[in-house]
């Protein structure tokens, strides 16, 4: 059974950073892309970057290229989305999500196993 657990969010303020952290458990991840989505209140969940556990490729929602960064520590099982320069509309509930293969997808219909989510809060 795969769980996915994030840690990490928080009450940053504008400009600010926070390091989000997704502790994988329950099968070897090596064959697979692991993705961070967010959902703030009242809108749809929506990308935000990606990363395939071989080899690294990697790919992020055009609102967070340049502040945000996806990266994964083998020895841990863990994957981490460092976010720089926050902004208030980065403001939502951010959730890890993993599916087999080698496919960097950027859709949440494409992903099978989903963590409980974190709350991140940018004050202006």
Do not use: H
Request: with cysteine; aromatic share 12%; proline share 2%.
């Amino acid at each position: 059974q795969v769980q996915l657990v994030e840690s990490g969010g928080g009450l940053v303020q504008a400009g600010g950073s926070l390091r989000l952290s997704c502790a994988a458990s329950g099968r070897t991840f090596s064959n697979y892309v692991m993705g961070w989505f967010r959902q703030a209140p009242g809108k749809e969940r929506e990308f935000v970057a990606a990363i395939r556990w071989s080899g690294g490729s990697t790919r992020y929602a055009d609102s967070v290229k340049g502040r945000f960064t996806i990266s994964r520590d083998d020895a841990k099982n863990t994957v981490y989305l460092q976010m720089n320069s926050l902004k208030p509309e980065d403001t939502a509930v951010y959730y890890c999500a993993a599916r087999p293969g080698v496919y960097v997808a950027g859709t949440q219909n494409e992903y099978d196993y989903w963590g409980q989510g974190t709350q991140v809060t940018v004050s202006s």
